[in-house]
C-alpha cells in the first residue's frame, strides 16, 4: 500500500520529479510560444496568474527583460521560490482577487492555474480588469477533447487540474462574453504525453504517482476509462481585450 500523499499534486515532491521547477506540461517552450504571439516586449508588465515558485516570472524577466509579477495562494512554492531568487516579485493571493490596479498590464499568463481555480469566471473578470486594452491573456491547460464525458471526470474529485479541465467550446464562449477576442487556439496534447511518458518511466505506472500525491480513494481503472473516453489534452490559448 502507498500511503496518500501531499493535499495539493502540485506541492507535492513527486509532482516536481517529474515536471522540475516548471509544474506543468512543456516547460518553457509554450511560455516563447505566447511571448512570441503576443510580442511581448522589453519592459512589458506582465503577470503570471498562479505562478507556483515564480519559475516563469524569473524566466519572463531574464530572457525577455519583461516586467514580470507573480501571484500564488501556497506560502509553500512561494517560500521556495522566494530562497531561488529573492529579488522576485511575487506575492501570495488569489487569482480571484487580483491586488493590481485596473489596466496595469500588457499581458497575463495562467499557465496550467486556470483549470484549478474555483471561480473562473470572476478569475477572468479580475484578468480582463488588470490588462490594458488590446492587452493580451494567454492560457495554457487541460481540456477534454471529447467534453461529453467531463461530468464523469469531475465526480471523481480529483486533487489535480483535471478536477476543472475545461471544455473549449465554454471556455472561448466566456471570455468572448466577457469582453476578449481569441487570436489563436493550439493543441499542444503532445506535452501531455511526454509528461504522462515521463511519469510512467520513473514511477512505473499512473497509478503509483496517483496514489503518492494524495488521490488515494480513486477507482484507477475508472479514472484510466474516463481519461480515455474524454481524450484529454493540452491547449495554448491566446485572447486580447478588445
Ligand atoms: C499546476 S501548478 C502551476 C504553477 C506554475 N504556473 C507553473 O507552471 O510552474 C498550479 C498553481 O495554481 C495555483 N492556484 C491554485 N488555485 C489558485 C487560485 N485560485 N488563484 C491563483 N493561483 C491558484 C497553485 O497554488 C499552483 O501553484
Redesign the pocket.
Known sequence: MFSCGSN?V??SEHMRNVTG????PGGFDLTDRAVHICNFKNNHRVL??????G??VAYLKMRYNLDSVG????KK?LKEGKVKNPNLNLYE????KLPFKNCEMEGVFC???LS???DKDM?MKEIYRVLKDKGYLAISDVYAREPRYINELNELNLKS?LRGIHHVEVLKEKLIERGFEIRSFEDHTNYLKELMVNIIFQYGSMNVFWNKTGNCNIDSNELKRILSKSKVGYFLLIAQKT
Open positions: 495539493s502540485y506541492e521547477d516548471t509544474i506543468r503570471d496568474v498562479g505562478c507556483g515558485m519559475t516563469t501571484i500564488d495562494p501556497s512554492l493571493g488569489w487569482g480571484e499557465e496550467c492555474t484549478l481555480m474555483e478569475v487540474c
